[in-house]
């Protein structure tokens, strides 16, 4: 068995031992997690249905009491082998047995379900004791009883050679392994006829019973599924809203800085021109007042030879 297979039998023994209502987020959780590193796994996993309630309880026997399921299998092989060679005693005591052991499991079943808290109503025992009894009369029921995976409850078929849909007991005075004596009349011959026509009437009937809670059970799932769905579309719709008013609102508040900025640089920008105005004053003042500087430099190098002759003509006289 390789790795996913091995893998496939966990996850779906671990999903059908749960109760209908966990079935499908727990399913789902498992196939996104695999859904990257096993893609054919988590599509094998996703595909699985979603359990009935009396499917589910009829799981928990095969997961909870394998012991009793299997003796329940190792009856119904011997019910129809007794059957087969018409052994009237050995059927008696098995009939008995057979009712003493679906009472048992269907009691298991009531029990498991209230314990999990999900009690099962009247509709959901009947099924089990519908799957426990077709367990018992098709090998093939049996194994998938046993497998623990079952989706919706099994129907019973009718045993070989039965027109009462299960193991009768001889009767008395037959012996056994003789065959039954010839019918009288047709009077006689025409009710057991009647009454298979009854019971494959009813045995379809059960065929479309079974059909519309796989059907059903399906349909749920889907349902579920789309629900979901639903529920990531809202999610990942409100966190797309959440980041646009984030952006709207980031979008807005640097609008509002750009503004203050603009403002603030028209004003530095004032200030540069105010500031340009004064400095182009206070040079043209500079350059004023270094022309007179200038000039007055000027003049006093003109006066300063007249001083000195001046000086000269008062020491002679």
Do not use: C
Request: cysteine-free; hydrophobic content about 40%.
């Amino acid at each position: 068995m390789n790795a996913s297979a091995s893998t496939f039998d966990e996850v779906a023994d671990e999903l059908y031992a749960l109760a209908p209502a966990d079935f499908t987020s727990v399913r789902n959780r498992h196939a996104d997690r695999l859904k990257e590193s096993d893609p054919q796994l988590a599509r094998r996993i996703r595909a699985l249905h979603r359990p009935t309630q009396a499917a589910w309880a009829a799981n928990l026997l095969a997961h909870r009491h394998p012991g009793l399921v299997g003796e329940l299998l190792d009856l119904g092989r011997a019910l129809r082998d007794a059957q087969a060679h018409l052994a009237g005693e050995q059927l008696r005591g098995l009939v008995e047995q057979r009712r003493q052991l679906v009472r048992a499991l269907t009691e298991h079943a009531e029990q498991d379900a209230e314990a999990a808290g999900h009690p099962l109503g009247a509709d959901a025992v009947a099924g089990v004791d519908r799957t426990l009894t077709a367990a018992l009369a098709d090998p093939d029921a049996g194994r998938s009883l046993a497998a623990g995976r079952l989706t919706a409850p099994l129907e019973p078929v009718l045993w070989p050679e039965s027109t009462s849909g299960g193991p009768q007991a001889e009767e008395p005075g037959r012996d056994a392994g003789k065959a039954p004596a010839p019918r009288p009349t047709a009077k006689v011959e025409a009710q057991p006829a009647t009454e298979r026509k009854r019971l494959r009437a009813q045995e379809r009937a059960r065929k479309a019973v079974a059909a519309a809670e796989r059907a059903a059970s399906a349909a749920a799932g889907r349902s579920e599924d789309a629900a979901r769905a639903l529920a990531d579309a809202e999610a990942a719709r409100r966190k797309a809203a959440d980041e646009a008013g984030r952006a709207r609102d980031a979008l807005a508040g640097a609008r509002e800085r750009e503004a203050r900025s603009r403002a603030d640089l028209a004003r530095a920008e004032k200030r540069v021109r105010a500031a340009q105005v004064t400095a182009d004053a206070a040079g043209e003042e500079a350059g004023r007042a270094r022309e007179a500087a200038l000039e007055a430099a000027e003049r006093l190098h003109e006066l300063g030879p007249a001083r000195e002759a001046g000086a000269h003509g008062g020491s002679t006289g």
